[in-house]
């Protein structure tokens, strides 16, 4: 496997709300709001396609978060697990069981790498389908599937497309203003879990600006369950293991 072809994949896998009271898009301010998942502890399973170049990849995930701080991902194909990542606030951790390597990236590092502005944060509101930067005060459009709007932060475009059915994040697309590069990420087929709605479906697709050919990435959960008691986020690092 690829150094480039296997950051994809953990990216991607780390790129797959709640709303108590659905039915209502507005608060009583007539403010957009939409209301994230309340847990602390999350679990579930997924089944994930890569699609890069004509290189395709189909894997499976078993996704651990602690709400805020820790996102645990163990990555498996035909029974064996191939690559561990483990995502803190500050860190990213990637062991590639494979090829006997492991790599450790910050943000800061992995944002200047892809010119991307990488977060713990963004990180987890994209796996959970959650806004990005909560809505402030910008013009919204209405139409008879969203309330869209869109905002700037820093080099970047976002505009939001929340689903006046659903009530929950439909659609986002990032945007570079410096490179036009862009990337569409779509939640669909929500699902109740303890009165949480998260997206069971995630599509996702990188487009260049170039003629390089796009990015397809699509995740489907199989299972997602919140815990009420603390989970382990095992990850160490074998002394036969080459840091790259």
């Given at each position: 496997m690829s150094k480039r072809l296997f950051f994809a994949i953990a990216i991607a896998v780390t790129l797959s709300a709640c709303n108590k009271k659905i039915g209502a898009v507005f608060s009583r301010k007539d403010k957009l709001e939409?209301?994230?998942?309340?847990?602390?502890?999350?679990?579930?399973?997924?089944?994930f396609k890569f699609d890069d170049k004509g290189k395709r990849v189909s894997a499976n995930a078993n996704f651990r978060i602690s709400k805020d701080s820790v996102i645990w991902?163990?990555?498996?194909?035909?029974?064996?697990?191939?690559?561990?990542v483990l995502i803190d606030t500050s860190l990213v951790r990637v062991l590639d069981r494979l090829n006997k390597k492991y790599y450790e990236y910050s943000?800061?590092?992995?944002?200047e790498q892809y010119n991307f502005?990488?977060?713990?944060k963004m990180?987890?509101?994209v796996l959970l389908g959650n806004?990005?930067?909560p809505y402030s005060n910008e013009k919204y459009k209405k139409t008879d599937e969203y309330y869209s709007y869109h905002y700037l932060k820093g080099a970047y475009d976002f505009q939001n497309f929340i689903g006046?059915?659903?009530?929950?994040?439909?659609?986002?697309?990032v945007q570079s203003l410096a490179s036009s590069n862009s990337i569409s990420v779509?939640?669909?087929d929500f699902i109740r879990v303890k009165d949480q709605i998260f997206p069971n479906e995630i599509a996702a697709q990188i487009d260049y600006a170039s003629d390089k050919p796009n990015t397809k990435i699509n995740i489907s959960y199989s299972k997602m369950e919140i815990e009420s008691i603390p989970l382990r986020f095992p990850y160490s690092v074998s002394g036969k293991y080459e840091r790259k």
């Open positions: 939409i209301i994230n998942p309340d847990f602390k502890y999350l679990t579930s399973k997924a089944k991902i163990s990555i498996s194909t035909f029974g064996f697990e191939g690559a561990r943000f800061e590092e992995l944002s502005d990488f977060s713990f990180v987890q509101s806004l990005i930067a006046n059915r659903s009530m929950k994040l439909e659609k986002v697309k779509k939640y669909s």
